[in-house]
């Protein structure tokens, strides 16, 4: 009920922050500010790579920017239509064959720990490395709902926004994704 | 950034159950920062002359929108004037012959 409550006080207050963005261009920022992270974050899990996420994310605000005016406050977050774009601007990423060579998460990879042995964040690497080959084999719908949920924290709701669907379906969607995970993962630690 | 939680991962000595690979999951996922430069980059773009271009160019093409609009609707009429003309020609023609004219006996 509270999460319920502090989610109508954010989706208020983005439409106060919206409303005056649409009069005052320069109210943009406090949008932009409160959003950035949230929508890098999802761009760099579906494309995997640094360079490619801060070129859409900057999309995305600017096409956000300019179509400012077409967002009509009804009932879907403005997080929600900043996520929808950043996945329709990665859907055409993707569409371009030459670029899906690319294999990147190299945040990830340098990320610097201090509990781990070595053998530990070997071990870690190679789950990681097996479940970012896992998570790109699923389908575009399932990678979507899989980073809504573990990388943006939203609830099932949330990503029902985003994805133009219920409460239930994401649900659904999400234990099928991971359950899917689950049996390539299982699989490939079998044959090892 | 969230640190990894290592200590808590999964080994590989057994069967991975489901359990294992949610926690592989929620290890692997985590809220990335973007790179500060590009960040305060970005934010520029948007808050100066790239905002203020873009809305110009916004507004222009709207502009160019209800022009083509009107050419469009315009053409349409036009070219359906023909049609309209032909249509009332063999309405009247049918009308006509339709006109019953009394016949004396």
């Known amino acids: ?192 | 950034m969230r640190k990894r939680e290592a200590s808590r991962m999964p080994r590989r000595e057994g069967k991975l159950h489901y359990r294992d690979t949610l926690k592989i999951v929620h290890s692997y996922f985590h809220s990335v920062e973007p790179d500060p430069e590009f960040s305060l980059r970005l934010e520029e773009l948007c808050e100066s002359l790239g905002a203020e271009e873009l809305f110009q160019a916004e507004h222009l093409s709207r502009l160019d929108g209800t022009g083509r609009k009107g050419i469009i609707i315009g053409g349409a009429i036009c070219s359906a004037l023909p049609f309209v003309g032909v249509a009332a020609y063999a309405l009247r023609k049918h009308m006509l012959r339709r006109r019953v004219v009394p016949m004396s006996v």
Do not use: C
Request: hydrophobic share 35%; charged share 35%.
């Open chain 1, 1 to 192: 009920m509270v999460g319920k409550e502090r989610g109508e006080r954010i989706h208020h207050e983005d439409g106060v922050l919206v409303q005056r963005a649409k009069e005052d261009r320069e109210a943009f920022d406090a949008l932009y500010r409160k959003y950035l992270r949230k929508v890098y974050t999802y761009v760099y899990y579906r494309v995997g790579s640094v360079e490619d996420a801060e070129d859409i994310t900057e999309s995305v605000f600017l096409h956000a920017l300019i179509h400012l005016n077409r967002y009509q406050d009804r009932g879907i977050p403005f997080s929600a239509w900043l996520l929808r774009i950043a996945h329709n601007l990665v859907a055409n990423w993707h569409r371009n064959a030459s670029r899906r060579s690319i294999v990147g998460l190299d945040i990830v990879e340098s990320l610097t720990d201090e509990g781990p042995t070595p053998e530990e964040t070997l071990e870690e690497e190679e789950d990681f490395r097996e479940l970012r080959r896992e998570l790109r084999s699923l389908p575009d719908e399932r990678q979507q709902a899989i980073i809504l949920r573990f990388a943006e924290g939203l609830k099932h709701r949330e990503i029902g926004d985003v994805m133009g669907k219920s409460a239930g379906a994401v649900k659904v969607l999400v234990h099928r994704s991971l359950l899917s995970l689950h049996r390539s993962l299982s699989e490939k630690g079998g044959r090892q």
